[in-house]
Nanobody, 122 residues
Framework: VQLQASGGGSVQAGGSLRLSCAASGRTSRNYVMGWFRQAPGKERRFVGMINRSGTKTIYDDSVNGRFTISRDNAKNTAYLQMNSLKPEDTALYYC????????????????YGRGTLVTVSS
């Protein structure tokens, strides 16, 4: 499966952005979908994930309550709604896909797409 993230941009602190992740090659409903981010000079970190049916989500503590992941399997697309953005959310955001093992361990992501840059200014 090929993944393409979009929707990044620049926003002021407190603002919102919605990222999209379009899957192609194979239907996205076969995969757990997730998001990672990598800030400048730092390692890539897990943001959150959603199960194949869209009924279960898991988030990193740093974004829990501010970010929401959803998916539309008919459109082969997953979304990351980011609210109350902070300067420390500035990063390159990647979408990822994996099998059910991904749900138990973010390191089990199998596919990664190219990132989309989010910049939050204070």
């Amino acid at each position: 499966v090929q993944l393409q993230a979009s929707g990044g941009g620049s926003v002021q602190a407190g603002g919102s952005l919605r990222l999209s992740c379009a899957a192609s090659g194979r239907t996205s409903r076969n995969y757990v979908m997730g998001w990672f981010r990598q800030a400048p000079g730092k390692e890539r970190r897990f943001v959150g994930m959603i199960n194949r049916s869209g009924t279960k989500t898991i988030y990193d503590d740093s974004v829990n309550g501010r970010f929401t992941i959803s998916r539309d399997n008919a459109k082969n697309t997953a979304y990351l709604q980011m609210n109350s953005l902070k300067p420390e959310d500035t990063a390159l955001y990647y979408c990822a896909a994996g099998y059910d093992t991904f749900l138990s361990d973010p390191s089990n992501a199998v596919y990664y797409g190219r990132g989309t840059l989010v910049t939050v200014s204070s």
